[in-house]
């Protein structure tokens, strides 16, 4: 078994343009270390979002509900590519579950964890898709329970409950529905 904090990811500087690598633990030490990532949120047909509360032992925000799934892409490594590694090892879905991976934006954020003291400062790349066909399957050491939920409630949701979800999805949300100023992404 891989020990996913030893893995690379990019290093990248305020436009989003590659300045190095570093392992996850490294990028995710107190400050943090700004650096590619990659959320995705797969719609079904009726517009639901589907979300994972992540696995106990998660290293960061562990727990809490979060969008369909989320990483790093290796350096170099394509971003759909590496989230549809990601959904599989995640969610146990295989390609074809969902039309193609398109990306909507990026969202900058910045986010301590108080529970591991861990720090989150990624330039996201928000993923979107529909999905079409089969049952996620998740990796009990990557998700607990996932659920399908309207936006709407989502977002009246993560209002009234905030720590109960990751602090990224609601502007991975905001990217994906258009209501914010996506920027555009490197890759």
């Known amino acids: ?49 589907l979300l994972q509360r992540r696995a106990a032992v998660k290293s960061r925000f562990a727990s809490r509900w979060s969008n369909t799934c989320c990483g790093h892409p290796a350096p170099g490594q394509g971003i759909a590519e590496a989230a549809g590694l990601r959904i599989t090892a995640e969610l146990g879905l295989i390609p074809g ?7 909507a934006g990026v969202h900058h954020y910045q986010a301590a964890d108080p529970a591991s003291g861990r720090v989150e400062r990624e330039w ?20 607990s329970e996932y659920a399908w939920v309207a936006p709407g409630t989502l977002r009246a949701e993560i209002s009234a409950r905030p720590g109960s979800y990751t602090p990224w999805l609601a502007g991975v949300l905001d990217v994906a529905s258009g209501t914010r100023q996506a920027q555009p992404g490197h890759a």
């Open 1 to 49: 078994m891989t020990d996913r904090e030893q893995l690379l990811v990019e290093l990248v500087d305020e436009a989003g343009a590659s300045i190095g690598a570093c392992s996850v633990a490294e990028a995710h030490a107190a400050p943090g270390r700004r650096h590619r990532a990659f959320s995705v949120l797969l719609y079904d047909e009726a517009g639901r979002v």
């Open 97 to 103: 579950h969902s039309t193609p991976l398109t990306e």
């Open 124 to 143: 996201d790349h928000v993923l979107v898709a529909t999905f079409i066909s089969g049952v996620p399957a998740p990796d009990e050491a990557e998700v």
